[in-house]
């Protein structure tokens, strides 16, 4: 089977290491993928707007993207054949479907009400076979446009690390893009209270200003330039960096779909204390395999002091996570249900054109036969 993806970044943020795993599976199956992303198939601008609200300039040069997007994805079509499209994020819906095809679409991250909802909405109307949902939050303003199936994130088994939580400070970190849909300024804000409790505490930051809005960063260095917060970087190595972290905190803005560094969090055996925010509640059980809080600043400080007074408690939210993940987030079961999914789509679409070539056969049978 030939499956053209398509995703509106070619920089890897979450949605485009699910899109990565999806890929690998397809490819063991035998099956053809091939990706386009922009200035590698599509016009490199359209990773360029503003996140969140969308200059006059933004809203232009989005118009003249998807005319030009929608050429080169019929362009790749009729060069190469595809018997499926696959559209990773919403910025690629309205190309997708001027191009003609039919396609699925996998919504990551809840799209917000307004045109943006509005555009997605006709586009899945008039050409999506079906819809994969990383939550109940990001499915609710899709229901109705096509055949919707939730599908929540899996990922690579990081390795459960035991550990004792009983060195005399503890280390709480931040693990991810920075942009401020992942709250770190809130992160920053919950490190001073801390600190002002448990001045041995060690804080870290792990991620760059990927996906991101200019100069949200420096605002970021800026507000930890006081306190003893390590900045360590972008890495592509999860599991070391979880291990290196005894809390993880998640204080992820209100419209948060479920991220994938907390699964990965509860692989490797790090307790999470997060945002009761989006989707997350559909992923964290409080008190059991994590700890939810108010969005805000203090709450976060006031979770993770609790915990850091209870070692006990670390460890059994540590072995609770890593059960929860073997059972619902490792990245085999997320593939398999993908893959499941699409070889389900593609055999009903032959089917399907297998009985309309059936019903035109006999048709034309028919006219001869009375002519």
């Known amino acids: 089977m030939k499956i053209l993806f398509l995703d509106q970044f070619a920089e890897s943020g979450g949605a485009q290491l699910s899109l990565r795993a999806v890929m690998e599976a397809a490819q063991r199956r035998g099956w053809r993928p091939r990706l386009l992303v922009p200035g590698s198939g599509?016009?490199?601008?359209?990773?360029?707007?503003?996140?969140?609200?969308?200059?006059?300039?933004?809203?232009?040069?989005?118009?003249?993207?998807?005319?030009?997007?929608?050429?080169?994805?019929?362009?790749?079509?009729?060069?190469?054949?595809?018997?499926l499209v696959y559209v990773n994020g919403p910025r690629l819906l309205a190309a997708a479907q001027l191009a003609g095809s039919p396609f699925v679409f996998h919504a990551h991250s809840r799209i917000p009400a307004g045109?943006?909802?509005?555009?997605?909405?006709?586009?899945?109307?008039?050409?999506?076979?079906?819809?994969?949902?990383?939550?109940?939050?990001?499915?609710?303003?899709?229901y109705g446009a096509a055949p919707l199936q939730v599908v929540y994130n899996g990922v690579a088994d990081q390795g459960f690390a035991a550990r004792s939580f009983s060195a005399p400070a503890l280390t709480i970190g931040i693990l991810g893009r920075i942009?401020?849909?992942?709250?770190?300024?809130d992160f920053v804000r919950a490190a001073e209270r801390i600190a002002s409790v448990f001045p041995a505490a060690k804080f870290v930051i792990h991620g760059a200003a990927i996906i991101s809005r200019a100069g949200y960063e420096d605002e970021v260095r800026r507000a930890a330039s006081h306190l003893n917060i390590e900045f360590r970087g972008w890495t592509n190595r999860a599991a070391p960096a979880l291990h290196s972290i005894d809390i993880l905190a998640v204080p992820s803005a209100p419209l948060e779909s479920t991220t994938r560094v907390i699964p990965e969090a509860f692989s490797a055996g790090t307790p999470v204390v997060a945002y009761r925010a989006g989707g997350i509640p559909e992923i964290v059980r409080c008190g059991r395999t994590?700890?939810?809080?108010e969005p805000d600043p203090a709450?976060?400080?006031?979770?993770?002091?609790?915990?850091?007074?209870?070692?006990?408690?670390?460890?059994?939210?540590?072995?609770?996570?890593?059960?929860?993940?073997?059972r619902r987030f490792h990245q085999d079961r997320f593939t398999a249900e993908i893959c499941g999914s699409l070889a389900a789509l593609a055999e009903s679409q032959s089917s399907g054109r297998g009985e309309r070539t059936q019903r035109a056969a006999l048709q034309t049978t028919g006219s001869s036969a009375r002519a």
């Not at 942009?179 to 300024?185: A, F, I, N, Q, R």
């Not at 709450?299 to 929860?324: F, G, H, Q, T, Y």
Request: charged share 30%.
């Open 42 to 83: 599509l016009p490199p601008s359209l990773a360029s707007y503003n996140n969140g609200s969308k200059s006059m300039r933004d809203r232009a040069l989005f118009a003249v993207d998807t005319l030009r997007a929608a050429a080169a994805i019929r362009r790749e079509i009729r060069r190469r054949g595809a018997d």
């Open 115 to 142: 045109s943006a909802q509005w555009i997605a909405r006709r586009a899945l109307r008039a050409r999506c076979a079906a819809i994969f949902a990383s939550s109940r939050f990001v499915a609710e303003p899709l």
């Open 179 to 185: 942009s401020p849909e992942k709250g770190h300024l």
């Open 290 to 293: 994590g700890v939810l809080c």
């Open 299 to 326: 709450a976060l400080s006031d979770s993770i002091l609790a915990l850091m007074s209870c070692r006990d408690r670390l460890r059994r939210l540590a072995v609770n996570a890593r059960i929860e993940f073997e």
